[in-house]
């Protein structure tokens, strides 16, 4: 369980609760499998002299949530 609090301005220990929308936002790479391809993410071994260059496409899209209600 969590809380959404204020700074609380000049007094740190004074955080109140939010009562406000809060909207969740996120990054998903979309990556469809292929042959040579099938989406597990890979960790290659990087020469710092030589430019890393991907092999494959990715795409990113950002996907937001409605607002969260918070209930107490």
């Keep these: 369980m969590f809380t959404f609090v204020s700074n609380g301005g ?6 109140i609760p939010l009562n406000e ?4 936002h996120c ?6 499998p292929s042959v040579g391809d099938n989406c597990e993410p890979r960790c290659f071994r990087k020469r710092r002299d ?7 496409r990715e795409e990113t899209t950002v996907v937001s949530s409605k607002e969260l ?4």
């Design 27 to 32: 990054e998903a790479a979309v990556c469809q």
């Design 50 to 56: 030589v430019s890393v260059q991907k092999g494959s």
């Design 21 to 24: 929308k809060v909207y969740i």
């Design 10 to 15: 000049v007094k740190q220990e004074a955080m």
């Design 69 to 72: 209600v918070f209930i107490q």
